[in-house]
C-alpha cells in the first residue's frame, strides 16, 4: 500500500510539473525540490560582503534587490526597473517542451490581460529552440515579455529543478509569498494574485 501511494504522488507531480534538465545537484540543506545553485557565469561577478558605502540614495530600490538587463525574445530592451511600475511582479520559468508550462500560457495571458497592476515575465529555461518557443507563445496569444535568464534570473531559474517554477517580486524587487511548482489553472492563478495583492 506504501508503494501505491508513492507511485500515485509521483505520476501527479509527473502531471503538473516537468523535470528540466540540469547539472547533477551538489549535497545541500534546501528541500528535495529545490536544486542548488549554480555559480555564476564567470562574466558575473558575484557580490561581497563588504563595509563599503551603501548604493547612492538615489538608486531605483528595484536595481538594488533584483537586476537583470536584456531583451525579450522579440529583441525589444527590457531590465529590472520594469519592476517599479507594478504591484506585483510574476516571473513564470517555463519551456516550450514541458505540456504544464505550456498549457497554463494562455490563463497566464488572461491574467496579464486583467491585471494592469501586475507584470507577468516569462523565463524561457532549458529551451530546444528560441524559435519553437516563439511560436509556442504566439500560437497561445501571449503578449507579456519573455526573454532567456540574464543577471539574477539565472539564478533564480535554477532554483526549482521543475518547471514551471513560478516566483513573486514587489516593485522594490524584494520576493514575496511562496513559489508556486506546477502548471495552474485561470482560477488557481486568480487566487494567488488576489492573495499576493491583499
Known amino acids: 500500500m506504501k508503494r501505491f501511494c508513492i507511485l500515485i504522488v509521483c505520476l501527479l507531480l509527473c502531471l503538473a510539473a516537468c523535470t528540466k534538465p ?22 558575473e561577478v558575484p557580490a561581497e560582503p563588504t563595509d563599503a558605502p551603501a548604493e547612492p540614495t538615489d538608486a531605483p530600490a528595484a ?8 531583451t525579450t525574445l522579440y529583441g525589444e530592451p527590457i531590465d529590472s526597473g520594469v519592476f517599479r511600475d507594478y504591484d506585483l511582479v510574476i516571473v513564470n520559468c517555463w519551456a516550450e517542451w514541458c505540456g504544464p508550462c505550456v498549457g497554463e500560457l494562455a490563463a497566464l495571458e ?64 524584494n520576493e514575496k509569498g511562496e513559489p508556486i511548482v506546477g502548471g495552474q489553472s485561470y482560477e488557481e492563478w486568480k487566487a494567488a494574485v488576489d492573495n499576493l495583492l491583499g
Open 22 to 43: 540540469a547539472p547533477a545537484p551538489q549535497p545541500t540543506d534546501a528541500p528535495a525540490v529545490e536544486a542548488t545553485e549554480t555559480p555564476a557565469e564567470p562574466t
Open 63 to 70: 536595481e538594488s534587490n533584483f537586476v537583470f538587463s536584456g
Open 110 to 173: 488572461q491574467i496579464h490581460q486583467e491585471y494592469p497592476n501586475v507584470l507577468i515575465l516569462g523565463v524561457l529555461v532549458a529551451t530546444n529552440s528560441v524559435e519553437d518557443a516563439k511560436a509556442t507563445l504566439e500560437s497561445k496569444g501571449v503578449t507579456y515579455p519573455a526573454l532567456e535568464p540574464v543577471g539574477d534570473l539565472v539564478a533564480l531559474s535554477e532554483r526549482s529543478m521543475y518547471i514551471p517554477a513560478t516566483y513573486f517580486f514587489d516593485k522594490d524587487g
